[in-house]
């Protein structure tokens, strides 16, 4: 009879039947698995309302103090002495020391005030001065200023003669206009208006075919200037 031949033992056998390997490498896992199941449960858990730990704050930042300037007091000149501001004692007392009076001039004599100009003895209250404005072809436009120079005011007449010639028309600037009384040698103008203390005045006109300078050239009777 033939021999039953025996199975390998030793490493030949686990090499020849592989689901002994596997089997060890589960029952090693398994263990494993409980070891940290073990080692889980053994930690103790955080009690309920556990607060997590307060962080740190910062401190408040401090600025630092800026030194405050103080003024320092003005310097002491020699022989002066400082003195508060306001009225002196002696006027505050009624003390009799001189008062300065506001219309004095800064020697204390009285300034004097202007009064209206008045004409200087021998000179006429209404002065005229005669010129030519403008000439031209077979004419020209002369004028009369006047001013006043009394205290009041005054109304003026001028009376204007020329050799020939014939007046086309005379106007006073800027006052309501006057009377015309036209001559065979000239023309009178009466104003319509009076004219102030130290007002001016002037009356123009228009001559043709006659010399610019006029025999005869009046304000109230007093003679023209400029002739």
Do not use: K
Request: charge should be positive.
């Amino acid at each position: 009879m033939r021999r039953v031949p025996r199975p390998p033992h030793g490493p030949v056998a686990i090499a020849t039947s592989p689901w002994i390997v596997v089997g060890a490498g589960v029952v090693v896992m398994v263990v494993l698995l409980i070891v940290a199941l073990g080692a889980y449960r053994g930690r103790s858990p955080a009690p309920d309302g556990a607060q997590p730990p307060a962080l740190p704050v910062p401190s408040a930042v401090v600025a630092p103090s800026v030194p405050t300037s103080v003024p320092s007091p003005a310097p002491v000149l020699p022989g002066i002495s400082g003195r508060a501001s306001g009225l002196p004692p002696s006027s505050a007392a009624g003390s009799g020391s001189p008062s300065v009076d506001p219309t004095a001039g800064p020697t204390g004599r009285p300034t004097a005030t202007r009064s209206p100009s008045r004409a200087a003895p021998g000179q006429p209250a209404m002065t005229g001065r005669y010129r030519v404005v403008q000439s031209f072809d077979g004419g020209f436009i002369g004028e009369v200023a006047m001013v006043n120079t009394s205290a009041r005011s005054r109304g003026w007449t001028v009376r204007l003669e020329f050799s020939g010639g014939r007046l086309v028309t005379a106007w006073v600037e800027g006052v309501p206009q006057g009377t015309i009384r036209q001559s065979d040698d000239g023309f009178t103008y009466v104003s319509g208006v009076e004219v102030s203390p130290g007002g001016s005045v002037s009356l123009r006109f228009h001559m043709e075919r006659a010399s610019h300078t006029p025999r005869e050239c009046t304000v109230d009777g007093a003679r023209c200037n400029g002739l």
